[in-house]
């Protein structure tokens, strides 16, 4: 099984020869598709989703800006790709219209090898499957909260629990990687639940979900271990922006531990 699938959408053959090269070169394993245009792409993505599609901006006929107002009525439902852009020029108007499409990053032309290594070290990151367990007494804030997880650009596999008990249960029983934990549940305080998740499992990240922003159960929080919290209510860019944080993705470090992680799997 590839360790991830990306489209390439561009209607020039020498760069669409030039990207998967160089994606080739940092994860061999890598599949990777092309197609010469935007309606191709429209075609591909009908049929099979990718995790990760390389989008050129400047295409004759139907443009990457205007492929990404279409992108939701292609899919129907299924989740969204990792879009990267790829262009030789930006300005800060098309910046913003990425952004407000849910474009994740942007490769520039000519390509940079350190760059495209950049970007796959972070994209396989986030297309790794990982457990999460949502931690909530009300079944109507279980479902909302599943559903704007799943939204998230990172590969989540959401699973719930109504009170601490099911919780413990269900951490004894299985590897989760992180857990989305209500501050102010009816039969145990949410820190209460947090610290014992953290104390008997190594690993394990926790985020706190709460109406109320008050600091001192922030610093309460802070003290057993957690450091991030969402505040109801609450978006997928959200969930993708603690995320990032909670697995240092904008470091150095991360790069370096990234780097040493995927290569040894390959």
């Known amino acids: 099984m590839p360790l991830l699938n990306c489209l390439v959408i561009d209607d020039s053959g020498i760069v669409r020869g030039q990207l998967r090269e160089g994606i080739c070169s940092v994860l061999p394993d890598c599949h990777v598709f092309e197609v010469e245009g935007a309606l191709e792409g ?9 995790e990760v599609v390389f989008l050129d901006l400047n295409m004759p006929g139907v443009g ?34 990425l952004q407000d499409r849910g474009a994740y990053d942007l490769l520039p032309k000519p390509f940079d090898k350190i760059a495209i290594a950049t970007v796959l070290l972070r994209l396989v990151q986030m297309t790794r499957m990982r457990r999460v367990l949502v931690v909530d007494d009300s079944a109507t804030v279980r479902q909302v909260v599943r559903k704007i997880v799943q939204r ?33 549940m009816p039969d145990v305080d949410g820190l209460e ?36 919290f969402l505040k109801k209510p609450f978006y997928p860019a959200q969930v993708d922006s603690v995320l990032h944080a909670l697995y240092d993705m904008n470091d150095a470090q991360f790069l370096e531990a990234a780097r040493h992680e995927v290569f040894t799997q390959i």
Do not use: W
């Not at 989540?156 to 413990?168: F, I, K, M, R």
């Not at 947090?194 to 690993?203: H, K, S, V």
């Open 193 to 228: 639940v947090a610290g014992e998740i953290l104390y008997t499992r190594q690993g394990v990240h926790i985020v706190m979900m709460s109406g109320d922003a008050d600091e001192s159960r922030r610093r309460a929080a802070a003290h057993i271990g957690v450091q991030h």
């Open 64 to 97: 990457g800006i205007e492929f990404l107002d279409g992108l939701d009525r292609i899919l129907a439902g299924r989740k969204r790709p990792i879009i990267v852009s790829i262009t030789a020029e930006i300005n800060a108007v098309t910046l913003k219209a």
């Open 42 to 50: 429209a075609r591909f993505l009908s049929r099979f989703v990718p």
């Open 152 to 184: 998230s650009r990172f590969n989540l596999h959401v699973d719930e629990a109504a009170c601490a008990e099911d919780a413990y249960r269900l951490f004894r029983g299985q590897g989760f990687d992180l857990a989305f934990i209500d501050m102010f």
